[in-house]
Every structure is written in C-alpha cells, then in structure tokens.
C-alpha cells in the first residue's frame, strides 16, 4: 500500500484525474453516490491516494467546489479577451460562460456544478467560495460599459436561465432558449432593444 500511495503522489495529475472521477459520479449517479471508495474506484487508484490528496469526503467536495470557481472564472476570462468589441465586453463574455458558450463550460460542467450546488444549498459556509465569485463578477459587470442597472438585468436572465435548468425547474425548448440567449448577446451590443413602439432607446441614455 506504502509503495503504491508513493508512486500515485508523484503523479501530479492524480489530484486532476480524481476530481475528474467525482465528477463523472455526479453527472451519472447523483452527489449521494460519490463515496470515496466509489471516487477511488473510477479513478483507478487507490484509497490511500486519494487521502494524500483528499483526507476526507468534505475536502473532496470542497476540492471540486474551488475547481468548477475557477474553471468559470477562466471561461469568463477567455470570452472576454477573444472579444474585439469593447461595448458590454464583460457581460457579454458572462452570459456566454454561463450559457455554455466556451470550450471550458457546457453541459456537462453545468450538470456536475448544479447538482453540486443543489446538494450544497443547506451549507451555506460550503459555498463561500460561489459567493465571492458571484460578487466578483457583479463588480465587474457594473464597472463595464453598459448602464450597470441594465447590465444586471441580463446578468440575472442568464443566472435564471442555467437556474431554472440546473435546478431542474423548467426547461426551456431548445429553440426558445437559444433565441433567449441570442437576445441577451445582441442587448449587450445595445442591438435590438425594445421600445416603445418598436423604438430602441439606449439604456445609456440619462432619464430626463
């Protein structure tokens, strides 16, 4: 057992290669599923492993938790970058990790993350970590250039959408979601903006 633990610690991508497990457990068979025996198992490594680098089901969880914070985070940080268009850059690159739209989110990132948060949301001290993410991006959605009221708005449709999906509260038709989606991008270029008899005032315009 000694030799084996020793040769699964040098291996820098066992660490990786267990969150990985963990997270094929909970798409596939649910959060009360994921064991660490269980995780050990479809990881293809030992017990003892997987206490070097996890001592308890807890830190597991916490583990994947800080991985899926920093996987959006750099979903949200390669849309940005790639985008040449600086009007509602910030938010726009949010709805696009959040609806799935970056080689680093999707479907399957989001039924791991939601399950996860779901089994989460009576420990709220478990998921402090979200929250601060959630607070970052909200920063730096209203220092954007949109109206910052504006700016929120289609920051929280987004939110609701994966929401109302991930929680397993309502699911749109593909099609309607897709031009749900396709409406929050284009408002973030304050293209086709409703109005008043089919007007499209900009929401950067002070009231008078």
Do not use: C
């Not at 910052?148 to 309502?170: C, E, H, K, S």
């Not at 749900?180 to 929401?203: E, Q």
């Amino acid at each position: 057992m000694t030799a084996v633990v020793a040769v699964e610690v040098q291996n820098p991508d066992t660490r990786t290669t267990l969150l990985d497990a963990a997270e094929r457990i909970v798409v596939s068979q649910g959060v009360a599923r994921m064991t660490l025996e269980e995780v050990a198992r479809e990881a293809g490594v030992s017990k003892g492993g997987l206490l070097y680098h996890f001592r308890s089901k807890d830190a597991l969880t916490q583990g994947m938790i800080e991985r899926f914070v920093g996987r959006f985070d750099a979903a949200v940080t390669l849309a940005h970058d790639g985008d040449a268009d600086p009007t509602g850059r910030w938010i726009r690159a949010y709805v696009r990790a959040t609806a799935g739209q970056t080689p680093l989110t999707g479907e399957e990132f989001d039924r791991a993350n939601g399950a996860l948060t779901a089994a989460l949301a009576n420990f709220p001290e478990r998921l402090e970590a979200v929250r601060e993410q959630s607070l970052r991006h909200q920063v730096e959605i209203e220092g954007d250039t949109l109206d910052p009221v504006f700016a929120t708005i289609i920051r929280f449709a987004i939110d609701g959408i994966w929401l109302g999906q991930n929680f397993d509260l309502i699911h749109l038709d593909p099609r309607m979601k897709a031009a749900v989606i396709d409406r929050l991008l284009a408002w973030t270029r304050l293209d086709d903006l409703p109005g008043p008899g089919g007007g499209r005032p900009s929401p950067n315009e002070a009231e008078p």
